[in-house]
């Protein structure tokens, strides 16, 4: 997803940072059982829609990848892509693709890291663990960029020399509106949180308007995967649990919403969770990691949610889930929310009911 194929006799090519039709030349980086993976060099016949990269890292950088085509077209790609994966579920009416307003400066927190014997800061390359410099990356929020600059003009200052390599979180914290920093911790910005607040937004007040009327002050909402409550914290029922595997210190403080501190993947963690809430519910949001909720019926058939309201941000497992109970349940409605833009990431959000 997000790159160009090309073929050579039975062998695929991925070239990533290409279009549809572009004719050039590109270095082989690595070959994997008939795959091949390259770096495009130079382009010969561009598409006419390839734009010059607002960012000048763009070429080397490994976070984005749609930054040589217009907003308007990467939001095509990631449709068509979204659209073939969404293939094996059956889901009314059409895909409702929810656009950011900007597709730079939204980030609230980035990860850079570093090696000191290498003098490096930046993002890292999945692929081949290299730390590739970007003291103008665009995608965090302005303040964020801000800070990133000064950490390149004063390298290393403040660094912790005893640790030769590991990484430094840089984020805004959402209740002074203040960048921080925080060296090699895992969640320095206290628990799980959404990076894009702009669309996390447009997210709630979407499964706000799905559930809003099918709800009142007693109906039974579990939030599972739940962080710290965000998805269900604007719900009117006084009775919504929240579900997540925290670390304690990470536990809110709140009147409206329950917080249950439980593995969801653990063996009988769907009847422990059914005995805690007291059976059936009404609503069941879904906001699983990137690996899914591969054990998802067994909490639908004890919990029996009238409606489902399923996010991820990998279509993939999701698609895989949604199929274990598509007998029960009815897929109404799929929208891409664009939480990545540049990226090829976005989230996937279907509202599903009992059938
Ligand atoms: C994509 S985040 C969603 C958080 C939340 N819904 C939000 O909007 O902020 C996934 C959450 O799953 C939680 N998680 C990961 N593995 C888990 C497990 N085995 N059991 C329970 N929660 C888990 C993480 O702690 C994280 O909060």
Redesign the pocket.
């Known amino acids: 997803m997000g790159q160009g194929v090309s073929k050579i006799g039975d062998k695929i090519i991925f070239i990533p940072k290409t279009l549809p039709g572009e004719e050039g030349l590109c270095e082989v980086l690595q070959s994997k059982k008939g795959v091949e993976f390259a770096k495009l060099s130079s382009i010969e016949l561009p598409s006419p829609d390839r734009v010059r990269a607002e960012c000048p890292h763009f070429e080397d950088c490994p976070s984005c990848h749609y930054l040589h085509t217009s907003y308007a077209n990467e939001l095509l790609h990631k449709k068509n892509a979204i659209q073939k994966e969404l293939r094996p579920i059956t889901i009314q009416g059409e895909i409702e693709v929810i656009p950011a307003d900007t597709r730079f400066d939204y980030r609230n927190r980035i990860q850079l890291h570093y090696d000191l014997n290498e003098e490096k800061i930046g993002y890292i390359d999945v692929k081949n663990k290299r730390i590739n410099e970007v003291p103008h990356c665009l995608l965090p929020q302005k303040i964020i960029q801000e800070k990133v600059k000064s950490l390149y003009q004063n390298k290393f200052k403040g660094f912790p020399q005893k640790r030769e390599t590991g990484h430094i979180e840089i984020y805004v914290n959402s209740k002074t509106n203040r960048v921080e920093t925080a060296f090699n911790k895992a969640y320095a910005h206290a ?4 990076v894009n607040f702009e669309m996390n937004e447009k997210a709630l007040s979407l499964i706000h308007s799905y559930v809003a009327p099918k709800i009142n002050k007693t109906s039974l909402v579990i939030d599972l ?4 409550g ?2 269900s914290r604007a719900f009117s029922t006084s009775n919504t649990y929240v ?4 670390h304690p210190k990470y536990i809110p403080k709140n009147d409206i919403q329950k917080f249950i501190n ?4 653990k063996k009988k963690s769907h009847k422990n969770l059914a005995k805690q809430v007291g059976g059936e519910c009404d609503v069941l949001l879904i ?3 990137r690996s899914g909720f591969k054990n998802i019926k067994l909490f639908t058939d004890v919990l029996k949610p009238k409606v489902i309201v399923y996010m991820s ?1 990998k279509t993939s497992t999701m698609v895989r889930d949604l199929l274990s109970i598509d007998n029960e349940y009815h897929f109404h409605k799929a929208h891409l929310l664009d939480f990545f833009p540049a990226t090829y990431h976005y989230e996937s959000l279907i509202f599903a009911n009992f059938k």
């Open positions: 628990g799980f949180t959404q995967f739940g962080g710290k965000n998805l579900v997540d595997k925290y439980l593995d969801i993947f906001d699983p990691p941000c």
